[in-house]
């Protein structure tokens, strides 16, 4: 390669990896995926060690992220937070492990190391003083990160007050990141209000901490684990990485203790990423790799620092849950809101073990910044077990026989015509009685976050919908025996088991109708925090937009969709007529603040015979403690019904107490009479 030639590419390459950088880390919207961002900037390496003359400080080689957004304030770290160099593979990770033993230590001794999964989430920092979290921000480019103070103190787990004794400063580094079922409501919510959907969850993360409202930080339910600290006060000495976690803990953060590896020497380190690799689809938040790092704190000193990363640490990558495929056809899908959003079916392909023949396009926006079109060769990505997501268009491959993807101009369902409002990015059905809407929304009401209806599947509804039987939902109130007769493979039995289900519904609690009943932007934690607040649907719906923004968590655009439900006409008819058919909604249920399972996370499997699973994961919520789908080291409880498969076998394989439905019955009963005897 000619001096002119590999100048060039040197400046090709940094222009390339800035604009990467300012994508991803200030507009959270990335263009390339993480495997091909590596390849950009190991390529930049391997120019700079070819040609030292072109390293200076405005190569991206000696800067990290990159510069804090305008819109906030900006917050300097007493101590850069750096990034990471990476590994591809086990012998790069070797070379790294015996460049240390060589040149730093005396003997060729085996290394200590903490081996701690890599969340795929944000990087920030939290300021404690005497105690109390005064200041947190984002990395930013390493020296000056963005204050999102307000919006990290809505993170619940995040104490604002650290447990004594403690430092009296310290600055904590942590993983801000999304729950992976939590990511997938927020994506199908957003989906079905109109909004913006995310490519993964890292994204969603990286949003949701950027609001300028806090009330939207905190609608959203993120979570953070602790890892290192930066700045620390002299009057507490830590030892080893190990202890640094240890430490976190009995302050009250949250940390990945549990699943954290002391590993002595290089092949323990590689088993170690052996095992979150195979566990990486089985867990309840996105890993991307391994973090290795030096555990003596001493010896992490004494190796220091390179350009824009620790001697002491390194990142092992995982491989990418990427394929290349075609996109064969494109598909319109109509949401009870009547939000049209579009489908790409592939050509199957096989990610990490699953065959993959659909995939998410979101909207149009992102069907214009993908360029894409029907035919065209793709790269699709497996982010966090859900549908997968079209993150690239290999446009070099294609023949000239592509066909563009239209903006629809009338429904795919009902022929209406399509409207796509100014500050939404799909375009809506404007006909609120297309059968597709119906559908959804019925399927909305019943499902289990909502009425929970057991036994209403969308092959009965389909039915019933054509057949007339139903036109909204306060309909299903009115079914009798004959109409259920008229469905396929329908017994005596079995529509009296669901009308029975039906009638169950009739008393669910304040938040669940609320949530039910479609409200635009509401779904179901704004629908608890209207329920606490308002102690029926008629206070509710009279209240106005003061009232609504009083709460803290709901912002003006909330509070409008809100008055605009209830102040339209056909709703108004609507719950007139869920209320002269019985439907009476119970108060919701307070929490007790010292209840028997306060602070405890329980996992509910199984079929109980007195409660259903939604009845069961609140009273849990009103015992104080917290409802998961999964079980881990962090389950306190196990509550197993009839028919509990693998999550009660692994309860018992991780020593896990399990709670039968008596035992869960006697705790209920006994809060009951000990309340009762206040």
């Known amino acids: 390669m000619g001096a002119v030639s590999y100048r060039r590419r040197h400046a090709e390459l940094c222009k390339e990896i800035k604009r990467h950088n300012h994508l991803y880390y200030v507009l959270d919207s990335p263009e390339v995926s993480d495997a091909e961002y590596d390849q950009l900037f190991r390529e930049l390496l391997s120019l700079e060690a070819e040609f030292p003359e072109l390293v200076s400080s405005a190569s991206p080689s000696q800067q990290v992220g990159a510069q804090p957004a305008a819109k906030f304030a900006s917050v300097e770290h007493a101590v850069p937070m750096l990034s990471l160099k990476n590994a591809r593979n086990a012998d790069e990770f070797l070379e790294f492990d015996k460049s240390i033993r060589e040149n730093f230590l005396a003997s060729n001794a085996e290394l200590e190391y903490a081996c701690e999964m890599k969340l795929d989430g944000v990087a920030v920092e939290l300021v404690y003083e005497n105690g109390i979290l005064t200041k947190s921000s984002t990395r930013g480019d390493g020296y000056l990160g963005e204050d999102i103070t307000e919006n990290i103190k809505t993170i619940s787990e995040l104490p604002h007050k650290l447990i004594h004794p403690c430092p009296r400063i310290v600055d904590v580094r942590g993983e801000v990141y999304f729950n992976l079922i939590d990511f997938q409501k927020l994506n199908r919510s957003q989906e079905e209000l109109g909004g913006k959907t995310f490519a993964n969850p ?5 949003g949701s901490l950027r609001q300028l409202d806090s009330k939207a930080t905190a609608s959203r339910p993120l979570r953070i684990f602790c890892y290192g600290v930066g700045r620390i006060s002299t009057e507490l000495e830590i030892s080893s990485q190990i202890e640094v976690l240890r430490h976190f803990k009995d302050w009250g953060l949250p940390v990945n203790l549990d699943e954290t590896v002391c590993a002595r020497g290089a092949n323990e380190v590689l088993e170690a990423y052996d095992n979150f690799l195979n566990r990486r689809d089985s867990l309840p938040f996105e890993i991307d790799g391994m973090v290795v790092k030096v555990n003596q704190i001493a010896l992490q000193s004494e ?106 101009l009338r429904c795919p369902e009902c022929h209406a015509s399509v409207q796509k409002a100014e500050n939404e990015v799909v375009p809506r059905c404007t006909n609120t009685h297309c059968p597709a809407q119906t559908i959804e929304r019925i399927k909305h009401f019943v499902s289990r976050d909502a009425m929970d209806i057991d036994g209403l599947g969308e092959k009965q509804l389909d039915q019933l919908i054509q057949l007339g039987k139903i036109v909204d939902i306060a309909d299903l109130y009115e079914l009798n025996k004959n109409d259920l007769f008229a469905l396929d493979r329908m017994g005596e039995t079995l529509a009296a088991k669901l ?89 919701e249920a307070q929490v007790l603040r010292e209840g028997p399972l306060k602070g405890k996370t329980v996992v509910v499997t199984g079929s109980l015979k007195s409660f259903s699973r939604n009845q069961a994961e609140d009273l849990i919520e009103q015992l104080g403690g917290r409802s998961s789908g999964s079980v881990s080291k962090k389950t306190d409880y196990v509550l197993a019904g009839e028919n509990a498969g693998s999550k009660l076998e692994k309860a018992r394989s991780l020593d896990i107490p399990v709670l039968d439905e008596a035992a869960f019955l006697a705790l209920t009963e006994e809060t009951n009479n000990h309340e009762g005897s206040r």
């Not at 890292?202 to 990286?206: T, V």
């Not at 990505?381 to 446009?395: C, F, H, M, S, Y």
């Open 202 to 206: 890292r994204n969603a993360a990286a």
């Open 499 to 587: 009308l029975d289900a039906i009638e169950a519904s009739k008393a669910p609690p304040l938040s669940r109708l609320i949530y039910a009943l479609g409200i635009r932007h509401v779904g179901r934690n704004t629908a608890k925090l209207l329920a606490k607040r308002f102690n029926s649907l008629e206070e509710l719906s009279s209240c106005d937009k003061t009232d609504l923004t009083a709460i803290h968590e709901i912002g003006d655009k909330v509070a409008d969709s809100i008055i605009d439900f209830f102040g339209n006409p056909e709703k108004i008819l609507l719950m007139t007529r869920l209320a002269a058919l019985g439907v009476e909604p119970k108060p």
């Open 303 to 408: 190796l220091g620092t390179v350009s824009r990363s620790p001697r002491w640490a390194i990142a092992m990558k995982f491989p990418p849950k990427q394929g290349e495929t075609c996109v064969e056809a494109i598909s319109l899908q109509v949401g009870r809101t009547g939000a049209i959003t579009p489908v790409a079916h592939l050509k199957p392909v096989v990610l990490s073990g699953v065959t993959v023949s659909r995939a998410s396009l979101h909207n149009w926006d992102e069907i214009e910044r993908l360029d894409l079109r029907v035919g065209d060769r793709v790269i699709v990505e497996r982010a966090g077990d859900v549908i997968p997501d079209v993150v690239k268009v290999l446009t070099e491959k294609r023949s000239g026989q592509e066909s563009p993807v239209s903006l629809p």
